[in-house]
Structures are given as C-alpha cells and as structure tokens.
C-alpha cells in the first residue's frame, strides 16, 4: 500500500488515508472558507468504518485523499494517531460538524441543500434545523430512491434539483461510499462550494434516531449503542469488517513507530 507523504504538523497517515490535525473549530472555519469560494471543495469525515473499506479498495482510498479537508470522526482513528506519534486533536464528528455549520450558516446567510435519507427525513431535519437556528436558509431538499445515481433521470432530477438551489453547502445522506462518490461526480457538472457526506445525521437531527449518551460518545463507545439498537444491519459492519480493520490500524501504527 502506497503512503501519502505527510509534512510536519500536517496530520498523519492512517491505512493510506491522509488526516487533517485539525480541531472541530478550525475544521468548522474551514468550511466556512469553502462555502464563501467559488470553486467546489468537499470535506470528508473518516471513521474506523472508511478505513477498512480504504484498505480493501484503492480506488476509494484515492477518492478520499482528493477531498479538500478529511477529518477523524472516530476516537480509533485519534487513538492511532497517538501511538503513531502524530497526535490529532480531537474526534470531529460529522453530525456535529453538520448542526454546528447550520447555526453558522444562519448567522454568514449561507444556503444550505440536504439530499438523501428516506422519504420526508431531510424535510424534517430543516424544519429542526431552522427551529434552531431562525434565520437559516434551506435552499432544498430532496430524498431520491435508493440507487437512483445508477437511473439516468433520477440523477438527471436530482442534478437539476441542486443546481436549481444553487447552495453554499450540499449535505447528504446516502451512506459510504455511495455518498462520496456522488458527490464527486457532482462536483464536475454542479459547482457547489462545499459538500459533505454525513451519514445518518439527517434521522437524528430529525428526531428519528436518538445518539449516544456524550460520556459514551467521548470513551469511543456510541458505536455500542448503534449496534444494540440495529444489530442485524450493523452487525456485519462493527463485529467483523470494522474489528479487522481496527486490528489492522493498530497493527500498522505500531510497526510505523517501531520504526521511527
């Protein structure tokens, strides 16, 4: 596996994948940046979950790499770093990154586009975002079916859609690495400042799905409460794909700084 070259202070290298050592506040100023460009920029939040999935399949490995700001959104990820000898900061969660930038958003008059998630949640989740942040401007919203980036007028629908908003910033809801993907191929056609893959943040903003407790959330563990409230479709992923890949991760930390 070929490993990025990482300059001094720039972050550190986890399985191939190069990550910011930035702060949730810098990260959120960062995209502040983006959105008031011009030229489209993409932010990407990793988790133990994209790492294993980078190891197995370079093409999204590189994907990954070209974004324009990747953050650790998993204590793992912070853990590794430390035994690497390249600390980063802190975790940066996605969905934090997601409320956080809405209430900015309201206040710089950013136009925000939520894509994705089933039928209705993306409309709930701005009429929440909106309670709390008056002022907020949702450009749109729109829950395309499932797959409909591989139906010529589906994605015709949604591009058009996007375009039409004319958004500072593109969250969606699709699931990795559905989400990324598409974004890049928008990226070529719709020239949205920032955009941003974020997962299920949509059904919790929304009210339909609750997160973990903070000191569970802290100690790396909320992935337990996921898994407990969806053990068959999360079963698969946290026990066997993402332990392997956290094993791996460790595994390679420790041999890079036995080295060092």
């Known amino acids: 596996m070929s490993t990025p070259p990482v300059g001094e202070g720039a972050g550190c290298v986890l399985l191939g994948v190069r990550l910011e050592a930035v702060s949730f506040s810098e990260a959120l100023e960062r995209m502040g940046a983006f959105a008031a460009g011009s030229r489209p920029r993409t932010v990407v939040t990793v988790n133990l979950d994209f790492l294993a999935r980078a190891r197995r399949d370079p093409q ?7 974004a324009d700001l990747r953050v650790a959104d998993g204590m793992p990820l912070v853990w590794a770093s430390r035994l690497l000898g390249r600390p980063l900061p802190e975790r940066v969660a996605g969905i934090d990154l997601f409320e956080a930038f809405a209430t900015r958003a309201a206040a710089r008059g950013f136009r925000i586009f939520l894509l994705g998630a089933a039928p209705g949640v993306a409309e709930r989740a701005a009429a929440a975002l909106r309670e709390r942040s ?3 401007q949702v450009a749109g919203t729109h829950s395309p079916p499932i797959g409909f980036e591989g139906s010529p007028s589906h994605e015709a629908e949604a591009l058009r859609l996007v375009e ?21 191929r928008l990226s070529r056609t719709v020239p949205v400042p920032l955009s941003v893959e974020v997962g299920a943040a949509f059904d919790v903003v929304s009210g339909g799905v609750r997160r973990a407790p903070a000191p569970l959330r802290r100690a790396g563990l909320e992935w337990l409460v996921r898994l407990a409230r969806e053990p068959r479709r999360l079963g698969r992923r946290y026990l066997v794909r993402d332990l392997a890949g956290l094993g791996f991760l460790l595994a390679d930390a420790w041999k890079r700084r036995a080295r060092t």
Do not use: K, M, V, Y
């Not at 999204?60 to 070209?66: A, T, V």
């Open 60 to 66: 999204f490995r590189d994907l990954l790499n070209r």
């Open 164 to 184: 039409a908003a004319r958004p500072h910033a593109l969250f969606t809801a699709l699931s990795t690495p559905r989400g990324q993907r598409w974004i890049e």
């Open 134 to 136: 008056p002022g907020l």
